[in-house]
């Protein structure tokens, strides 16, 4: 499986991108996405996930409100929608797949088998 995100840039604070992660490959079906991102300096940390079915989705407090998660399985591709953005959201958006991940897992780097090369995202103030 491969993936390449896009759709990183350059945007004022209050501003808003959209990510997109195209998977490649001997995909199956019933893959779960996350998007992950890390900072200059620290931890790579949890943005969201998505189930393959779409019904379901995770994401912690810092970003609820403002970012989205959604999925088009025809074209293998998820996407992250970012609005409001902040100075804080600047850091390489990663997005990854992973199969048979419980609920408890979603938020786990680990729970995930594949990676994507990563997509700089810049929020000026």
């Known amino acids: 499986v491969q993936l390449l995100a896009s759709g990183g840039g350059l945007v004022q604070a209050g501003g808003s991108l959209r990510l997109s992660c195209a998977a490649s490959?001997?995909?199956?079906?019933?893959?779960?996405s996350g998007w992950f991102r890390q900072a200059p300096g620290k931890e790579r940390e949890f943005v969201a996930a998505?189930?393959?079915?779409?019904?379901?989705?995770y994401s912690p407090d810092s970003v609820k409100g403002r970012f989205t998660i959604s999925r088009d399985n025809a074209k293998n591709t998820v996407y992250l929608q970012m609005n409001s953005l902040k100075p804080e959201d600047t850091a390489v958006y990663y997005c990854?797949?992973?199969?048979?991940?419980?609920?408890?897992?979603?938020?786990?780097?680990?729970?995930?088998?594949?990676w994507g090369q990563g997509t700089l995202v810049t929020v000026s103030s």
């Open positions: 990854a797949v992973g199969y048979g991940i419980i609920r408890t897992s979603m938020a786990s780097q680990r729970a995930y088998q594949y």
């Open positions: 490959g001997r995909t199956f079906r019933n893959y779960a």
């Open positions: 998505i189930r393959w079915s779409g019904d379901s989705k």
